[in-house]
T-cell receptor
Framework: AQSVTQLGSHVSVSEGALVLLRCNYS??????LFWYVQYPNQGLQLLLK??????LVKGINGFEAEFKKSETSFHLTKPSAHMSDAAEYFC??????????????FGKGTKLSVKP | DTGVSQDPRHKITKRGQNVTFRCDPI?????LYWYRQTLGQGPEFLTY????????KSRLLSDRFSAERPKGSFSTLEIQRTEQGDSAMYLC?????????????FGPGTRLTVT
């Protein structure tokens, strides 16, 4: 079975500091991986996705993630945090079930706080 | 493109009542997914449709949960005889099969509170 583990339910950084949110996955097949962001009382917005092309994936709002097969990781980074980045971030893997279902399996999320 | 919309945004109901939520996907999207998100957790997959066909429903949490997508457009999720444990955010997402590796677009969710 596939799964996603996000290390750290809460991460706090200062404005301008590096953001690093960790995600490890488990999958018996080459995974499709996603990062989503959720602002309070809103749905999820796709930040970026890995689909077996480039291992370094760039997304919106200056975020990027690197797929490392040897480490089964897909960590999310941003060089310089902005106050508007404060939100909850979810890592997800597309479930490989029945071939083409397409639903996502999510981690528990990491809440990012940005201090002024 | 107006995005995925859900209605209502908030629902408060008493235990034992039935509730129904609606999701309108992005117009050209043929796949529609329902997820449930409880406090402190990531979304959990419930069911999905391709056009009007419900292709996976074994993940619905109990037989009190049902979903429909008549005519392959909007979808409804119904919970009968609600229980306090049903309190959660219910999210809908849509995608276009074959495009974007099933990239899913989420609606704002319906927050259900069962008292």
């Amino acid at each position: 079975a596939q799964s996603v583990t996000q290390l750290g339910s809460h991460v706090s950084v200062s404005e301008g500091a590096l953001v690093l949110l960790r995600c490890n996955y488990s999958s018996s097949v080459p995974p499709y991986l996603f990062w989503y962001v959720q602002y309070p009382n809103q749905g999820l917005q796709l930040l970026l996705k890995y689909t077996s092309a480039a291992t370094l994936v760039k997304g919106i709002n200056g975020f990027e993630a690197e797929f490392k097969k040897s480490e089964t990781s897909f960590h999310l980074t941003k060089p310089s945090a902005h106050m508007s980045d404060a939100a909850e971030y979810f890592c997800a893997v597309r479930e490989n079930y029945g071939g083409s279902q397409g639903n996502l399996i999510f981690g528990k999320g990491t809440k990012l706080s940005v201090k002024p | 493109d107006t995005g995925v919309s859900q209605d209502p945004r908030h629902k408060i109901t008493k235990r034992g009542q039935n509730v129904t939520f609606r999701c309108d996907p992005i117009s050209e999207h043929n796949r529609l997914y329902w997820y449930r998100q409880t406090l402190g957790q990531g979304p959990e997959f419930l069911t999905y449709f391709q056009n009007e066909a419900q292709l996976e429903k074994s993940r619905l949490l109990s037989d009190r949960f049902s979903a429909e997508r008549p005519k392959g457009s909007f979808s409804t999720l119904e919970i009968q005889r609600t229980e306090q444990g049903d309190s959660a955010m219910y999210l809908c997402a849509s995608s276009l099969r074959g495009q974007g590796f099933y990239e899913q677009y989420f609606g704002p969710g319906t927050r259900l509170t069962v008292t």
